[in-house]
């Protein structure tokens, strides 16, 4: 399962859409950033340099919180011989619940999925959560190829980040044949020059794309027919072949042209994914409706095929509201887990003082730990290696797998009963 995968792309944005949220009552909420090269005694040292600065914090209710969280981050550092090889991200500090004095302590670190580049110490109102905003939208990358009789040129979209890889010339010769050479000599040196610049833009193209850990697609553009003809007579490895996603008209090559098809694609790009999920429910469906036995569906039925280690794809919905509790009795101390959908469990948190322990029959169970069922039935499955899709509710089929399936489906590796 590739860290880059649906599922951690889904709780990195979930978390970050939790830390922008947070806001301190002074300028106490500390952000930490940590480079993989980093020695972590230097950051305590640099650490323990802020919390004596914080002792010139004026108002005390700010210096303590300042202070206190400076505290709790060296405490968790401790925790790491030396960061991790992306580095390591520490959020900390007292959020808020309510009125002035409600504040509590939250500490949450983060592994980036890309490496940290630069130190990072900040103390602010917020959470400074932009790097990591920036990270999740460079994960997917895509492949730029723009020719035209007179060149080529080679770039790389990561995220928002264009980058112009290589520029070369074609070699063709120009329109008009020279005085005195026949048409036909004309045309076949000019066939060979075509041919010969297909051939080196295809091995550049294999170069710079087949290694590139997330490619979705390569735009192809320029102005003119050349483009399509690069389409039928490349040379690229078949894998991209496969991927040209569109095919475009541009007014230029080079970088006027890179940003003119990036513009132009943007709607593409977003449909990507969209296709990708579309795929994946449909391929649930058509076990479904083929009736094969190797689909699921349903907290029991899935959960049931997870224990069974049959499951191939779990597909989750990232509308599902639903959440798994522990239950702890006061009186004979039995635990149990529930598993609650959408308003029940607000429902059960209410009423909790009324239901019976099934081991005592005493009406003093409480809650101990409450977590997301995504998160828990993802978890399942990745402690067993199975492929885990986060799909949204942006397609028809993604609302489907919501509304009809209850947010839980599975396709298995053969039929399970
Ligand atoms: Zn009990």
Request: proline share 4%; net charge negative.
């Amino acid at each position: 399962m590739s860290e880059r995968g649906s599922l951690s792309r889904f709780r990195l944005r979930r978390a970050l859409d939790n830390l922008s949220s947070k806001e301190g009552r002074g300028t106490e909420l500390i952000s930490l950033y940590v480079p993989p090269d980093r020695q972590i005694s230097d950051v305590t040292n640099n650490l323990r340099q802020e919390y004596g600065t914080a002792s010139n914090i004026k108002s005390t209710t700010t210096r303590k919180h300042v202070q206190d969280a400076i505290v709790k981050v060296i405490q968790r550092l401790k925790l790491f011989k030396q960061p991790p090889p992306n580095g390591l991200i520490i959020f900390c500090g007292a959020v808020p619940r309510g009125p002035p004095g409600s504040e509590v302590m939250e500490i949450y670190s983060i592994i980036p999925p890309e490496p940290i580049s630069t130190y990072l110490y900040r103390c602010d109102s917020r959470f400074h959560t932009d790097i990591l905003e920036n990270m999740l939208r460079e994960e997917e990358s895509y492949g730029i190829i723009l020719v035209d009789t007179s060149g080529a040129t080679l770039g790389v979209l990561r995220g928002r980040r264009l980058e112009i890889v290589r520029e070369i010339t074609s070699g063709i010769p120009g329109k008009h044949r020279a005085g005195g050479q026949s048409a036909r000599r004309f045309e076949r040196l000019r066939e060979m020059g075509v041919n010969a610049f297909f051939g080196r833009v295809s091995e550049y193209a294999d170069e710079i794309f087949l290694h590139l850990d997330d490619l979705k697609g390569i735009l192809l553009g320029g102005p003119g027919p050349t483009k399509h003809e690069f389409q039928d007579k490349n040379k690229m490895h078949y894998t991209l072949k496969k991927q040209i996603l569109v095919t475009l008209d541009t007014a230029y090559i080079g970088e006027q042209g890179v940003k003119e098809i990036v513009e132009r694609s943007s709607e593409t790009i977003r449909r990507v994914r969209y296709i990708e999920e579309k795929e994946l429910v449909q391929s649930f469906l058509y076990e479904l409706g083929h009736d094969t036995g190797m689909s699921v569906y349903g907290y029991d039925e899935v959960l049931n095929s997870l224990d069974q280690g049959v499951v191939k794809i779990l597909l989750l919905s990232e509308g599902l509201d639903a959440k798994g509790v522990d239950l702890s009795c006061s009186v004979c101390g039995k635990q149990s887990t529930r598993t609650l959908f959408g308003p029940d469990l607000l429902k059960f948190e209410e009423n909790l003082n009324k239901e019976i322990c099934t081991e005592c029959g005493s009406t003093s169970l409480s809650l101990t730990q409450e977590r997301d069922l995504l998160d828990i039935l993802a978890d399942l499955a990745e402690e067993k290696g199975i492929d885990v899709e986060v799909i949204s509710t942006e397609t028809e089929e993604g609302s489907m797998l919501l509304r009809s399936f209850g947010g839980i489906a599975a396709v298995l590796h053969f039929a399970s009963r």
